[in-house]
């Protein structure tokens, strides 16, 4: 009943920049905090910003001073901006929200966007 949809991914040489963005849609009454995971290949899936409700932010280190998270509560969007790329950025980034419908709460995940950084 809730899907989010990520875009923006590509190849790109370092140093170059990238915009994510993800959608939600479907019977949504509020969307509280949303966050951007990554994935490189043979590693964990990596939390790399959130972002509050209200447009607090917080970020993993490795990407401090480089991205820049944001959001439209009114359009339930959240975006990346990934700025100076470097080839370790390089992964499938998740989207992920925590979704209020009616009277529940759940965290939903979207199917991902491949970002690769060429050195």
């Known amino acids: 009943q809730v899907q989010l949809v990520e875009s923006g991914g590509g190849l790109v040489q370092a140093g170059g920049s990238l915009r994510l963005s993800c959608a939600a849609s479907g019977r949504i009454s509020r969307i509280n905090d949303m966050r951007w995971y990554r994935q490189a290949p043979g590693k964990q899936r990596e939390l790399v910003a959130r972002?509050?409700?209200?447009?607090?932010?917080d970020y993993t280190d490795s990407v401090k001073g480089r991205s820049t998270i944001s959001r439209d509560n009114a359009k339930n969007m959240v975006y990346l901006q990934m700025n100076s790329l470097k080839p370790e950025d390089t992964g499938v980034y998740f989207c992920?929200?925590?979704?209020?419908?009616?009277?529940?709460?759940?965290?939903?995940w979207g199917q991902g966007t491949q970002v690769t950084v060429s050195s």
């Open positions: 972002i509050t409700r209200g447009g607090s932010t």
């Open positions: 992920n929200a925590d979704v209020v419908t009616g009277f529940s709460s759940r965290a939903y």
